[in-house]
């Protein structure tokens, strides 16, 4: 069982930065695959950016160049940079976590951005 705990969200303007945090319960990273994922209201909840256990990532074209994914296998914690952020990135996000059939994800944590 894995328990993951996303923050870092909040209201923001457009072309401004945040950086969102998923901590989890456990040391996971060597053997799961992390992501970040996001629902927007009346849309299909759509993967952001994904971290393998050994290291590799990919992003959504939407995002790329803008947002990166990292984590800190001390602290247990995924990040999530998001940089010169559009009102289409708001959005419910959420982080995920996958091993072989188990997957987990956190509750998530609202992205606002609007002037």
């Known amino acids: 069982q894995v328990q993951l705990v996303e923050s870092g969200g909040g209201l923001v303007q457009p072309g401004g930065s945040l950086r969102l945090s998923c901590a989890a319960s456990?040391?996971?990273?060597?053997?799961?695959?992390m992501a970040w994922y996001r629902q927007a209201p009346g849309k299909e909840r759509e993967l952001v950016a994904r971290i393998t256990s050994g290291g590799s990532t990919i992003y959504a074209d939407s995002v790329k160049g803008r947002f990166t994914i990292s984590r800190d296998t001390a602290k247990n914690t995924v990040y999530l940079q998001m940089n010169s952020l559009k009102p289409e990135d708001t959005a419910v996000y959420y982080c995920?976590?996958?091993?072989?059939?188990?997957?987990?994800w956190g509750q998530g944590t609202q992205v606002t951005v609007s002037s």
């Open positions: 995920n976590s996958v091993r072989l059939a188990y997957v987990y």
């Open positions: 456990r040391s996971i990273f060597s053997i799961n695959s």
